[in-house]
């Protein structure tokens, strides 16, 4: 292939976009001949990939110079994102723990207090860690005792993290550095002498961001040792895919062992006796269900499970007569579907989810209910990609964050003995919230299944079709949509914007017979969830094609790609970020060979049919009037990576036969998301927001 220089233009009626010089790469698919002219752009390092980057990104950012409302976003994001926050409080020892952010700082801060009310003191602070605030905390563990802290670093966005440790009393750092680690928590042993870890082999030099992630091992690190000194615990090299999540038993006996394959959401469950240093045993050997360990007492091991409960239950297995016939149901499922379950006073405190909003109930340990803990209003208490509720099973008091689209994230405490949440932070933010509502509607799909959507907006709307209305969705991998607040979302509603969010199959909202219901072969009836949402917008005259515009992120940005080839003449804009855009090759880089389980893998037949039919990079079809499209991605996303983007964007951008701009914005030093600092999060979604205005004609 030869790549012409880059002052080569392809010219639109409105735009002229880098030359991306096309290959004749081309893979047969079980006798299916599939042309991938633009191969070359997953090389991202490349010296011709460098350079279409540097032109895209000079294209991009003078079209959205030329916005007037940019420079006013971004003024207002930065007035919305400057509020004092907290997160919730974590009780460990004599100590607590929270993290807090005064406002516009890059990175949240760890304070240690002697009580949960008290100011207390900086513990950690990870915009001390770079400049330009892309170092970011990944992920945190705090010994029982209180006294150390276990944390991990991501630079740049990178899945991969370092660990350090941390003495809580000086503040001071051991000399140790731990490597190669990733999708990893850390768990402490009883006695505080070190913690269990996951890490990979290193990479191959220059193959960081690229190269598959199999393999992964358990080890032990002492502290005040190097790494190199770590104890193996646990590999099984002769299954390269499985995952590891080590916990350690509340009573320091086990070390629980949940064996994930990809994103299956399936899970084996081996532990080891660490008393006796006994063999790991496989107690349930076999990918047949999900098993969250909860808990123990002595040889009773409480799990959460889906197994022959599809909106999850709760069980107990004693491992002294683990066979199947001898398990016990505790909690039964219910119409509502379980989403998680901790321990803290004696208790189970489940999260129950109810049409995708979250309800908190309290269990006695052999099963009965004991209440349900009002929440302030339909909402959520998990934040993130987690639960909130932050106690240990000795505590009296529980720690909780509740939120919802318009209810900032608030910090409470729950006390057993009077069964009474107090309100510990509420934020004070620039916005007036008293004028919005938020509802929920439910849309019938094309198979006439009934899809909830929330809507948030002013409470004088018009129905005249004229309202800006941004539709986000995700679908996938079981996780849920559940009401979030981010404080972004209020710029659109100062725009006069309508925010809608869709739940849809291949989330968890209804356990996992919806999620199934968006997966492999199934995956079209999550685009047609999207579709059905988006007409119900129009023909209820909230909005109309022309001020419709659609955003997903990760799985959601492959959403965006798929509904915007299959439907272009419904939206007014297209907001694909960090998307996965070749449904062929994904499997191919980084960790993506465990999407197979949500996606399939083109390696098979009938699955290779089925994400042919869907592929966003494989169905954008010469000669089509694509809508204004803005397609977000870092340059050091190893998760999705960034080869997605680069190809779409260039084949989106030769396929353009419309006027509508096609155009992609590349962060530099960034990755998929997490970890992103306040500073460049305004700067895009300031971008984005413009680029909204003017595709949608807000004045």
Not at 80 to 86: F, G, I, N, S
Not at 439 to 444: G, H, K, S
Not at 612 to 630: F, V
Request: aromatic share 12%; glycine share 8%.
């Amino acid at each position: 292939m030869s790549l012409h220089r880059y002052n080569c233009l392809m010219s639109t009626n409105q735009l002229s976009y880098p030359s991306a010089p096309t290959g004749n790469q081309v893979d047969n698919y079980h006798g299916t001949p599939v042309a991938d002219p633009y191969r070359w752009l997953e090389d991202v390092d490349a010296p011709e990939t460098l350079a279409w980057v540097k032109a895209q990104n000079e294209l991009t950012f003078n079209y959205l110079e030329q916005i007037p409302r940019r420079k006013q976003l971004r003024k207002r994001l930065t007035e919305l994102w400057d509020y004092a926050r907290a997160m919730t409080i974590y009780h460990r020892g004599n100590r607590y723990f929270q993290f807090r952010n005064s406002g516009l700082q890059n990175q949240d801060v760890m304070y240690v207090m002697d009580n949960p009310t008290s100011t207390g003191c900086i513990l950690l602070d990870p915009n001390m860690l770079s400049n330009d605030g892309t170092s970011a905390l990944n992920t945190w563990s705090i010994s029982d005792d209180g006294n150390w802290l276990a944390y991990a670093i991501s630079k740049s966005g990178s899945d991969w993290v370092e660990w350090q440790i941390r003495n809580v009393e000086s503040k001071e750092d051991l000399p140790e550095t731990l490597e190669w680690s990733k999708f990893s928590g850390a768990t402490w042993a009883h006695d505080h002498t070190g913690f269990y870890y996951c890490r990979y082999a290193a990479p191959a030099e220059g193959e960081e961001y690229q190269e598959a992630n199999y393999n992964q091992a358990i080890y032990f690190h002492c502290l005040n040792t190097a790494q190199t000194d770590d104890a193996l615990v646990y590999a099984r090299p002769d299954q390269p895919e499985w995952g590891f999540g080590p916990e350690i038993s509340n009573d320091g006996t086990y070390l629980a062992i949940s064996v994930s394959q990809g994103t299956d959401t399936r899970n084996r469950f081996f532990y080891k006796n660490l008393e006796t240093n006994g063999d790991v045993i496989e107690l349930i050997p076999d990918l047949e269900a999900t098993y969250s360990f909860i808990g123990n007492d002595g040889p009773l091991f409480y799990f959460q499970t889906d197994r022959e409960a599809p909106k999850s239950r709760m069980i107990a297995i004693d491992i002294t007569r683990p066979e199947l016939p001898n398990w016990r149901t505790l909690i039964p499922e219910a119409g509502d579907t379980l989403e998680a379950v901790t321990i803290i006073n004696n208790q189970f405190v489940a999260i129950y989810l109810h049409d995708a909003h979250e309800l908190l109930k309290c269990f006695s340990l052999d099963g009965n209910l004991l209440g349900e803990i009002k929440l302030p209003t339909l909402g959520s208490v998990t934040y993130g990609y987690g639960s909130t509720l932050a106690g240990r099973r000795e505590d009296k008091e529980m720690f909780y964050l509740f939120h919802s689209f318009v209810h900032p994230v608030t910090v409470f405490r729950y006390d057993f003995e009077n069964g009474k949440s107090e309100e510990i932070f509420k934020p004070s933010i620039q916005f007036d919230f008293t004028p919005y509502i938020t509802r929920q509607v439910f849309v019938t799909s094309k198979d006439g299944t009934k899809v909830p959507m929330f809507l948030i907006h002013h409470t004088d709307l018009k129905l005249n079709g004229q309202n800006p209305t941004l539709l986000y969705g995700y679908g996938g991998f079981n996780i849920s949509q559940t009401p979030v607040f981010a404080a972004s979302r209020l710029a659109w509603l100062d725009m006069g914007g309508v925010y809608a969010v869709a739940v849809l199959r291949g989330g968890g909202e209804y356990g996992e017979d919806w999620h199934k219901g968006g997966m492999i072969q199934n995956k079209q009836n999550v685009f047609d969830d999207f579709i059905a949402c988006a007409e119900w917008l129009v023909t209820k005259k909230i909005t109309s094609n022309s001020k419709l515009a659609i955003e997903g992120r990760s799985n959601g940005g492959l959403l965006v790609g798929a509904c915007m080839t299959q439907r272009p003449d419904l939206f007014g804009a297209c907001i694909p970020i960090v998307g996965v855009m070749d449904m062929l090759r994904f499997h191919k880089f980084t960790i993506g060979w465990a999407w197979v389980s949500d996606y399939g893998c083109s390696d098979k037949p009938d699955e290779f049919k089925t994400l042919y039919a869907y592929s966003p990079y494989h169905n954008l079809k010469p000669g089509a009037k694509y809508p204004p499209t803005l397609v977000t991605t870092g340059d050091h996303d190893d998760r999705v990576v960034p080869g997605h983007s680069f190809k779409f964007a260039a084949r989106l951008q030769a396929c353009q036969a419309g006027e509508a701009p096609t155009l992609i914005r590349i962060q530099t030093k960034a990755g998929h998301g997490p970890g992103k600092p306040t500073a460049i999060l305004i700067e895009e979604l300031a971008d984005v927001y413009a680029f909204l205005a003017k595709s949608l004609g807000i004045v």
